[in-house]
Nanobody, 116 residues
Framework: QVQLVESGGGLVQTGGSLRLSCTAS????????MTWYRQAPGKQRELVAA???????NYADSVKGRFTISRDNAKTTVYLQMNSLKSEDTAVYYC??????????WGQGTQVNVSS
């Protein structure tokens, strides 16, 4: 199994930056893809950014050019650098890992609040 712990959320003003971290433990060598999702109040959870074990990335159109997903060399921690934050980025951000083919895990979520 894979366990995920997020950190780095908080309150930031419009235009500011935050960096989220997601640290994986357990069967980390079986991880295929790690993804950041977010869920705003009253809205469905949506994909923000993903990175594969090969290092390929993809982003939601709404965050392209502002957010960057990356990982450390040990592939145990994935980061989400968020720049030029907007009020519509306010949400709970969740880390997700797909591993061993079709298995997956979720982190507990970290709150990001962007104030104007």
């Amino acid at each position: 199994q894979v366990q995920l712990v997020e950190s780095g959320g908080g309150l930031v003003q419009t235009g500011g930056s935050l960096r989220l971290s997601c640290t994986a433990s357990g069967s980390i060598f079986s991880i295929n893809t790690m993804t950041w999702y977010r869920q705003a109040p009253g809205k469905q959870r949506e994909l923000v950014a993903a990175i594969t074990s090969a290092g390929s990335t993809n982003y939601a159109d709404s965050v392209k050019g502002r957010f960057t997903i990356s990982r450390d060399n040990a592939k145990t921690t994935v980061y989400l650098q968020m720049n030029s934050l907007k009020s519509e980025d306010t949400a709970v951000y969740y880390c997700h890992a797909r591993y061993s083919g079709l298995r997956f895990s979720w982190g507990q979520g970290t709150q990001v609040n962007v104030s104007s």
